[in-house]
């Protein structure tokens, strides 16, 4: 079993960047495809971005394509969610995932079978 610890959340204003990362503890990073879930208030936990456990087969979400990217380091045992560009609208609490179908990242929460805590990302206007 792997235990999940998101960081890197805070404010920002719109327009500016952050990095959010996921650290896996208890089993390698590499035995599991990851996955970016983030829920914002009032709404449904929806999906962000997704890889599979090499790093390949990249998802993402209509509202985050070309500001948001996904990388990891197995090495490290550590899922990145570089933020760009940030709006408003990014304000959420952002959740990682692992899913133990290593091979192939998806897009659907049910998929997944650990998750973090999440951080609150606040993007001020």
């Known amino acids: 079993q792997v235990q999940l610890v998101e960081s890197g959340g805070g404010l920002v204003q719109a327009g500016g960047s952050l990095r959010l990362s996921c650290t896996a503890s208890?089993?390698?990073?590499?035995?599991?495809?990851m996955g970016w879930f983030r829920q914002a208030p009032g709404k449904e936990r929806e999906f962000v971005a997704t890889v599979n456990w090499i790093g390949g087969t990249l998802y993402y979400a209509d509202s985050v394509k070309g500001r948001f990217t996904i990388s990891r380091d197995n090495a490290k045992n550590t899922l990145y969610l570089q933020m760009n560009s940030l709006k408003p609208e990014d304000t959420a609490v952002y959740y990682c995932a692992a899913r133990t179908e290593y091979y192939r990242g998806s897009k659907e929460e049910y998929e997944y079978d650990y998750w973090g805590q999440g951080t609150q990302v606040t993007v001020s206007s």
């Open positions: 208890g089993r390698t990073l590499s035995s599991y495809a």
